[in-house]
């Protein structure tokens, strides 16, 4: 048999990208389902929905830009695109919401920039902020969690955007929002008021904890580092203690921060996208922990019912340079360490 | 217990060791033809001392170190060197180099050896005399001299004896601990010796727990024999993980400290050396036996008696591959060394050197295929795995956009090519040869630049010197003119009363002269006309002369400058004289240098007009219109002649009348 000639190594853990990311997708099954059992069949729909968009346009500029179409389509990347994005769509997008955001997400975030490995923001993200800025009322449509629509009422309305009642007898402001338009009331009044407020917390409470569960089976398997997603949550958590302490009254405590809106989901299924974030160890700390910030400034001060998608954008704006100067120091580049063991005789 | 410290990084690849490391070390027979390169270390090759045709015994020098960075090679067997020939060498490249060719009788003749009896008296100079006369070179794969290595001018105080063998499926150490752990023993001690008595840690991964258990018990009985104090020798046991064998890693396990960056242990007081140099250098001074064996583990699934081998160097490949009964057809690639960081061969006829320390003879399949590699997403496990605490990924990026400034910024010289960056990258990217190429380009560019520099230099110092030589000779002339001068005052001085010499002679060459003019009279008119034109043009040039001298004169501050200047005045009158008695000559001859000059030309120009119509006329079929042309053109000529001729003949009659 003729001899290969080949460079070192000659071994390989035989890990794949593919199932890097299908153990991503996995991941985000309990908090799909959290969010079914609480918002009902909407984000069921968009996902299967999303992932069939995904799929065909990532082909489609496959084909368009002369690349093999399988190997790509199957490392998992664009599957994983439309699941973060159906589950950050609110559960009453209609169709045309969730292609507009698909469309952008992988076609213009991601292989106008060069595909897999090259784009600089997250396309998940991208795809969110355009709708976000385009169609704010529809992504304000927050489901309701007290009575949900049946999986038929809901495909209706995914199609035709006509619902039994009219849709607002279904929607409901998100706890985040509640609590950003108090009109005038305090956090506590607001709540004895609102028992819409306490009802919303809750169910994001549980649909925030299966995230973190997802998460941390992924930290597990190590398919990321804790780095980002503890600076980011530790950022926020502290941002948000500190204006608490100082206002009860105005500012949400950390853990309402911690467990509300999208914040487990961005700290392990967004902030580590690996592609778009700082790429050391330190760079990760500093990355999560900006993101925590833009996150606690935007959700306090800003105009938009939740913060992710615009704190993660601009932190992918910031990653270079983050990288630029948080290199590690190299085996070697280090100062010497003191001598406490008497080495030397 | 020595504390254990760790390094950054590392992983852990399935092991493969126990095909190699269960049975006992077995002793490959002298193959019927030995193949040794000159250059199987780091440094210069060594100089071949032996000629074919000639007989050698085993042990016998056949090449000679040569300069610092460079060892001995023995002949491993006796035998009749048949060629010096150029040979594949075991190397990636596959390039062939000069090997020296030996055909073995079988006789395995020892030359005469010379044992040491009582190594204690031996001095420091000593012990590295017998190392470097023994050809040993580091054990571990290296290569790197060992005599050269141990040539220390700083304190030692730690020796590291690397035990760790950490690349999957290679056993040779392990089993070379096993059985000859006593005589690595005394080995390590007279390393101490060498090195002052530095204390020593033997670094062993806990994966080899029988030659864990022969260090600590040849440790005990040596301890029976001597005192405590004088083997202070530790094994110390560290947690298997890849690649804790590389120096740099190792000394930090052991020591929680790095080695410098661009560095070597010695700067931190510490010398690592291999468990096989020790053994080696146990034969060398013990038995007095150079280096011309080690222990290289055949391994792989293509190996139906896979185990460790003692050969002997220069044994080819093939020979130990049959030896060990290894299926060539159930096998496409032969990796040389590790599957971390070994290298794959083609021609089996390479040789073994010393730093062979693995065949694997791999089935397909069982080592990682080639597969296409799929897009970086930066998922950073490199940087979790990479033991030298860099970004493999942006190094990577760095790599492929040939950024080689940025890849040197993230410290790719720091890369020990260990491979646990390619091991664990989910997009397999071959990461490794990323770095090998980038490191490549960087050495190429710096020496390009290195070349430019030198060019430069070379430039500058040329101009540099061709600008000294110039300012030395203006210096050199300006002495001398000054000199003349201080002659000429001195003289002055010594007769006030005599004249202005130059005055003197001028006057002289004047008188002379006047006189040669009317001596020689009648002269011919042209012939007064010649004269009058040299005296012009040399009275002319004396005043220049004159000019200049007192120039530097005035430039020297010089007393002898009035005079000068006086030379000059006078000077200046003569040539004035001399050019209008040279002017009025030619007025009174009728001469006009200027009109004759216009004539000639005129003269030279109808001529050319001729040749030119009378060319065209040979060619040309309007024959006669060009006749009547040319016909014109020798009339013009004609007259032209005519003019020159009369401008010319005019001063005759003036001189007649």
């Known amino acids: 048999m003729a001899l290969v000639n080949l460079s070192s190594p000659h071994h390989h853990n035989l890990s794949k990208t593919s199932r890097l990311m299908m153990w991503v997708l996995l991941a985000t099954l309990p908090g799909l389902a959290a969010q079914s059992y609480f918002y009902g069949y909407g984000t069921l729909i968009n996902l299967i929905w999303a992932s069939g968009l995904a799929l065909g346009f990532e082909a489609l500029v496959l084909r368009l830009r002369n690349r093999p179409i399988a190997p790509y389509l199957t490392d998992g990347s664009a599957l994983v695109t439309a699941f973060l994005l159906a589950l950050a769509l609110p559960p009453f997008s209609p169709w045309w919401l969730t292609l507009v955001a698909v469309l952008f997400s992988i076609v213009f975030a991601k292989h106008l920039y060069g595909g897999l490995g090259n784009n600089p923001f997250n396309p998940a993200m991208v795809g969110y902020a355009l709708c976000l800025i385009a169609f704010p009322v529809s992504m304000t449509q927050w489901a309701g969690t007290e009575a949900t629509l049946t999986f038929g009422q809901q495909l209706h309305w995914f199609w035709l955007e006509s619902v039994t009642g009219g849709i607002d007898a279904w929607t409901r402001a998100t706890p985040l929002d509640l609590m950003r338009h108090p009109k005038g009331l305090t956090l506590n009044e607001l709540a004895s008021s609102n028992p819409q407020l306490g009802l919303g917390l809750t169910a994001s409470m549980w649909v925030n904890l299966a995230y973190l569960l997802g998460g941390l089976a992924l930290l597990a398997k190590r398919v990321f580092t804790w780095h980002a997603p503890v600076a980011m949550l530790a950022s926020l958590g502290f941002f948000a203690g500190l204006f608490h302490m100082g206002e009860p009254d105005l500012y949400p405590s950390a853990s309402q921060h911690l467990l509300t809106g999208a914040t487990m989901l961005a700290a392990f299924f967004i902030v580590t996208d690996p592609v778009t974030s700082a790429t050391s160890r330190k760079g990760k700390l500093v990355f999560g922990a900006g993101v925590g910030l833009l996150v606690f400034i935007i959700r306090s001060f800003g105009n938009y019912p939740d913060a992710f998608a615009f704190a993660i954008l601009l932190m992918n704006l910031s990653a270079p340079l983050i990288d630029t100067y948080t290199q590690p120091k190299a085996y070697g580049h280090r100062p010497k360490r003191s001598d406490s063991q008497g080495d030397k005789r | ?657």
């Open chain 2, 1 to 657: 217990m020595h504390k254990i410290w760790s390094f950054h990084g590392g992983v852990h690849p399935n092991e493969n060791k126990s095909q190699s490391n269960q049975l006992p070390i077995v002793v490959m027979p002298t193959p019927k033809q030995l193949v040794l390169p000159l250059s199987q270390h780091i440094g210069k090759a060594a100089k071949a001392v032996v000629e074919p045709g000639d007989y050698v015994l085993k042990g016998q020098l056949i090449a000679s170190a040569q300069g610092f960075v460079s060892a001995n090679i023995h002949a491993p067997s006796s035998g009749y060197v048949s060629a010096l020939a150029e040979r594949t060498l075991p190397h990636q490249s596959a390039l062939s180099g000069p090997c020296i060719i030996i055909d073995t009788d079988g006789k395995d003749q020892w030359v005469e050896l010379n044992p040491t009896t009582n190594p204690e008296s031996l001095s420091k100079s000593e012990l590295l005399n017998l190392i470097h006369a023994a050809g040993i070179t580091g054990m571990g794969g290296a290569s790197f001299p060992s005599a050269v290595k141990l040539q220390l001018k700083s304190d030692i105080h730690t020796l590291i004896i690397n035990a760790a063998e950490c690349e999957p499926y290679i056993t040779a150490d392990d089993r070379l601990m096993r059985e000859y752990a006593d005589q690595i023993i005394v080995g390590i001690q007279l390393l101490q010796q060498l090195l002052g008595q530095p204390r020593c840690l033997i670094g062993i991964e806990d994966n080899k727990p029988e030659a864990i258990t022969a260090l600590n018990l040849a440790l005990s009985h040596n301890i029976g024999q001597q005192t405590a104090q004088h083997t202070n020798i530790e094994v110390c046991v560290i947690p298997t993980k890849y690649p804790s064998g590389g120096e740099k890693q190792l000394v930090e396990i052991l020591t929680g400290h790095q080695v410098p960056h661009g560095g070597i242990p010695a700067n931190i007081g510490i010398v690592c050396q291999n468990v096989g140099t020790a053994k080696a250098i146990f034969d060398a001074i013990i038995k007095g036996q150079p280096l011309i064996k080690r222990i290289t583990t055949v391994t792989g699934k293509a190996a139906a008696n896979a185990g460790n081998y003692q050969v002997l160097i220069g044994t080819q490949v093939e020979d130990l591959l049959a030896f060990a009964k290894v299926d060539l057809t159930r096998t496409s690639r032969l990796v040389m060394g590790g599957p971390m960081m070994g290298f794959t061969i083609q021609d089996t006829q390479t040789p073994l050197v010393k730093g062979s320390n693995c065949i694997l003879a791999a089935a397909d399949l069982e080592l990682a295929s080639v597969a296409d590699h799929h897009a970086c997403i930066r998922c950073g496990q490199c940087e979790v795995a990479c033991p030298a605490d860099l970004l493999p990924q942006q190094l990577f990026w760095f790599a492929k956009a040939e950024e080689f400034e940025k890849a040197q910024d993230h410290n790719l010289s720091d890369c020990i090519e260990c491979g646990a960056c390619a091991w664990v990258c989910p997009s397999q990217i071959p990461l490794v040869q990323y770095y090998r190429y980038a490191k490549g380009r960087v050495k190429s560019i710096n020496s390009e630049a290195h070349l430019a520099e030198l060019a430069r230099m070379r430039f500058e110092t040329r101009e540099q010197r061709l600008a000294d030589e110039k300012s030395a000779k203006e210096e050199k002339r300006k002495i001398r003119a000054v000199a003349a001068a201080a002659v000429q005052a001195a003289k002055r001085a010594a007769n006030p009363t005599a004249e202005d010499p130059i005055a003197a002679a001028l006057a002289r060459v004047s008188k002379q002269k006047q006189e040669q003019q009317t001596a020689a009279a009648p002269k011919s008119s042209e012939e007064v006309y010649k004269e009058l034109k040299t005296a012009a043009a040399i009275t002319r040039t004396k005043l220049k002369k004159t000019s200049t001298a007192l120039a530097n004169a005035k430039a020297k501050d010089h007393e002898q400058e009035a005079s000068l200047q006086q030379t000059v005045d006078q000077l200046t009158v003569k040539a004035e004289a001399a050019q209008a008695e040279l002017k009025a000559y030619e007025a009174k001859l009728g001469l006009d240098p200027e009109k004759e000059k216009i004539l000639l030309v005129a003269v030279a120009k109808t001529n050319a007009a001729i040749r030119k119509l009378e060319k065209t006329l040979a060619t040309a079929e309007d024959s006669q219109a060009l006749g009547e042309d040319i016909t014109e053109a020798k009339a013009a000529h004609q007259i032209a002649t005519q003019a020159l001729a009369d401008h010319q003949a005019k001063p005759a009659p003036a001189q007649e009348s």
